[in-house]
């Protein structure tokens, strides 16, 4: 995605409220699902709920499906990331035809390591029906991608690649599964944990080195430098009295 469309993508997701920035939006900011506290927050399974989803989708499709024809050729079959990968996997579908699946969503991180017998309880994580990790069907030599919205710090997505392969090895089936496509990538982590634990992450927007510069005139100058310097060091904005600090400074503008 040049420039120019992540430009207006992000325009969209903005004017949408999708982007959403403290305090204007929210006073209290927002708790990311790696803990760390967060001055903007980029929800995007409200995209379909927005009179423009048509518009933002059809953007999205369009950059993740120039990766898959680009970068990842081989694909057989995408997997959306419960949740808000799973609408995107589906579309992507429709879009270029290759068939996705998707994964269970559980209810706690530790429960990848319960060291319960596999045969006996095939799925912590679904009580119910067949107790699947990943819904949908995998086949021997399938070369699987993840689908997602967003990657923080990249946990998510690893988690997720478990999931294909504990699922994988229940059904007896020898699959691949070492890529994921998201829309954004914040650029706190993610990629580099991805890329050690044997991962390639591709992303619509790197947010922290060009995304910032593409909000300059979508966004007020004060939240744009506000999600800047968060995403140059997220640490000292956990400490709730700089986050007083910055709030006051905010305002006053």
């Known amino acids: 995605m040049n420039d120019n469309e992540a430009r207006e993508l992000l325009r969209l997701l903005c004017e949408s409220k999708v982007i959403k920035v403290w305090p204007v939006d929210n006073t209290q ?6 803990r760390m506290w967060s001055p903007f927050y980029i929800n995007l399974r409200e995209v379909y709920s927005k009179p423009t989803c048509i518009v933002m989708m ?5 950059g993740m499906s120039g990766i898959l024809e680009r970068d990842l050729a081989d694909t057989t079959k995408l997997v959306g990331v419960a949740t808000a990968g799973i609408p995107i996997a589906s579309i992507l579908t429709f ?8 994964t269970a969503k559980f209810c706690d991180e530790r429960e990848l390591d319960d ?3 596999e045969e006996e309880s095939p799925s912590p994580f679904a009580a119910h029906g067949e107790r699947a990790l990943v819904h949908g069907d995998l086949d021997d030599g399938d070369r699987l991608v993840l689908i997602d919205d967003i990657v923080t710090d990249g946990n998510s997505k690893l988690l ?12 007896g089936v ?5 890529d994921a496509i998201v829309v954004i990538d914040r650029e706190q982590g993610g990629g580099r944990v991805l890329n050690d634990n044997g991962m390639q992450l591709y992303s619509l927007i790197q947010l922290r080195t060009r995304g910032v510069r593409l909000l300059e005139g979508i966004m007020e100058p004060p939240y744009v430098a506000l999600i800047e310097d968060y995403l140059e060091d997220p640490r000292k904005y956990q400490d709730e009295d700089f986050r007083t600090k910055a709030s006051a400074r905010i305002t006053d503008l």
């Open 29 to 34: 900011g927002w708790t990311l699902h790696n």
């Open 58 to 62: 059809r953007k999205i499709c369009a």
């Open 115 to 117: 060291p319960k017998d």
């Open 174 to 178: 020898d699959v691949t599964c070492k």
């Open 160 to 171: 997720a690649r478990n999931l294909v392969d504990k699922e994988a090895k229940r059904r």
């Open 95 to 102: 879009s270029t035809g290759i068939p996705s699946c998707y």
